[in-house]
Antibody, heavy 120, light 108 residues
Framework: QVQLVESGGGVVQPGRSLRLSCAAS????????MHWVRQTPGKGLEWVAL????????YYADSVKGRFTISRDNSKNTLYLQMNSLRAEDTAVYYC?????????????WGQGALVTVSS | EIVLTQSPGTLSLSPGERATLSCRAS???????LAWYQQKPGQAPRLLIY???SRATGIPDRFSGSGSGADFTLTISRLEPEDFAVYYC?????????FGQGTKVEIK
């Protein structure tokens, strides 16, 4: 069965960095695009970033462009999100999600989420 | 950026009733790239519908999706107690991929 397990969340001061990881299992990781989606407490969903199945292309929301970097290690079945220059408004639950295809389709499996709190 | 507007914001219905949720896009979206998700408190979203009208694995047939162009609809034919939740539409065909703001289906 497909499993996505995020780790690396926590409390961080504004301006600092944090890296999230998402360990994938139960499917051929290198065949699928992967996403990060975040949700501010009590609010809606915001798509953050996409990396295509082979890592060849990456796409970002304007709100994180230039600060966040999505990457993947297909040999380790792991997705990453490097978050730099964190702001209070980046406080959210971060979900990794598997795409149904290369990266431009629905997200058919989601992790349980990792809470990131940016606060001094 | 394609903006998705969902209506209504909240739908108050009783179990057994029919729910009709709307998702309107600021520009045309290919049906292949329109999805619906259900989210319950404390849980990750769950994919219900992809390609505007195809049910995801394990989704009961009381859930159906329809629409094309800029107007899409999620219909729950007869609400079960476990269907009371927040529902989001999403377009994934262009970057940035975007979600609607959600419709909460609550018990009347």
């Amino acid at each position: 069965q497909v499993q996505l397990v995020e780790s690396g969340g926590g409390v961080v001061q504004p301006g600092r960095s944090l890296r999230l990881s998402c360990a994938a299992s139960g499917f051929t990781f290198s065949n699928y695009g992967m996403h990060w989606v975040r949700q501010t407490p009590g609010k809606g969903l915001e798509w953050v970033a996409l990396i295509l199945y082979d890592g060849s292309n990456k796409y970002y929301a304007d709100s994180v462009k230039g600060r966040f970097t999505i990457s993947r290690d297909n040999s380790k079945n792991t997705l990453y999100l490097q978050m730099n220059s964190l702001r209070a408004e980046d406080t959210a639950v971060y979900y990794c999600a598997k795409d149904r295809g290369s990266g431009w389709y629905a997200h058919d499996f989601w992790g349980q989420g990792a809470l990131v709190t940016v606060s001094s | 950026e394609i903006v998705l507007t969902q209506s209504p914001g909240t739908l108050s219905l009783s179990p057994g009733e029919r729910a009709t949720l709307s998702c309107r896009a600021s520009q045309s979206v290919s049906s292949s790239y329109l999805a619906w998700y259900q989210q319950k408190p404390g849980q990750a979203p769950r994919l219900l519908i992809y390609g505007a009208s195809s049910r995801a694995t394990g989704i009961p047939d009381r859930f159906s999706g329809s629409g094309s162009g800029a107007d899409f609809t999620l219909t729950i034919s007869r609400l079960e107690p476990e269907d009371f939740a927040v529902y989001y539409c999403q377009q994934s065909g262009s970057s940035p991929q975007t979600f609607g703001q959600g419709t909460k289906v609550e018990i009347k």
